[in-house]
């Protein structure tokens, strides 16, 4: 394929997705499914504290109501019943941010409803989707705090909101849903870029005071905490800032959602894993992808059954992680920490044999 005739096609594919998002009733795309995160304790010595454990990940499922999109609904009910019959049960389950699609009240109450049948307890993320209509009050109403920490078998979680954005809306008298309009498109570029912000900043610094610099940390953020490409918005503005207040850690994972893909990425001691979504494949920005990403084999993403399934992750005491990406028609993927360690030197993923997407 021609450079031209990707960037065409790319275009194609963000005009048929925010075309998906206005009609809403258009059943276009076929969600993806959760991601299911093993931690394991097994090279070291471990506490009765810090056994084995397995959590799993739903983000990304957009939802409207379902008399307006019932396949986003469905699919979301999928990843339930998928998690509902893991046996062993998870331990939690975190959801990775944008719920909705609009920040509707009716889109987060129809998501809630369905994510109270899953079994595991749940933890939430907000993304930018949730949050931008009334600027998070509903959500945090349903939900709780948009971003919170607590420890798991010795493991250190932090949950971010990291899709703060600088007010553009209020000297244009932007209206609410104007507002959740512009934040809502991914290449809009009236809207700000993500960021943590100043007070969360500190916030997190006060809660990593505490932890010990040797307890492995797993940071779960909706943008990815690094640069990747401004114009989608895969991006987080003040990211250096985050990851000095991570670096001094021995090691940390940040896995986070809104890229709807398999990206891999490191930086430093920071190993970065993305995530897939249930509603819809996103394709791979047109620059500056990082190098250990090996794309999914995706040939099509109008295919409603590309760059979908299921994954694990393992944890080693040592805090670095191997992840196991089950794509969904498409053969599995293992991004492991020996990879990552190694900057792409040994055990690299299998890569695709076609182009993708």
Sequence with gaps: MQAGQTMMGRRRFLEMTAWAGAAAAVKSFTPQSFQLVEVVQAAEPIRADERPFTFAYISDSHLYEKTLNERFVRQLERAVADINALDPQPDFVLYGGDLAQLGQP??????????????????????????????????????????????????????????????????????????????????????????????????????LEKVPKDTPLVVFSHSPLYKLYRNWNFWTDDAEE?????????????????????????????HFHGMLSTAWPWPYAPQGL???????????????TEGMGDGTIQVKPNGRVDKDYNLWNRNPMKVSARYLNSNGAEDSPAKTTIPSY
């Design 106 to 207: 009716a889109e987060l109450k129809i998501g809630a409803q369905i994510l109270k049948d899953v079994k595991a307890p749940i933890k939430m993320m907000v993304g930018e989707h949730d949050w931008f209509l009334d600027m998070g009050d509903l959500w945090k109403d349903m939900f709780g705090p948009a971003y919170y920490s607590f420890d798991h078998k010795g493991i250190h979680f932090v949950t971010l909101m990291s899709v703060n954005e600088k007010d553009f809306w209020t000297a244009k008298g932007l209206t609410p849903m104007q507002r959740m309009q512009i934040v809502s498109g991914l290449d809009d570029g009236r809207q700000s870029a993500f960021e943590v912000g100043e007070e969360e900043r500190e916030w997190l610094k006060r809660d």
């Design 290 to 304: 990082p190098k250990l990403t090996v794309q999914m084999n995706r040939v099509d993403p109008f295919n409603q």
């Design 242 to 270: 985050v990851q000095a207040l991570l670096r001094p850690f021995k090691t940390v994972t940040v896995i986070h959602g809104h890229t709807h893909q398999v990206l891999t990425n490191r930086i430093d001691n920071i």
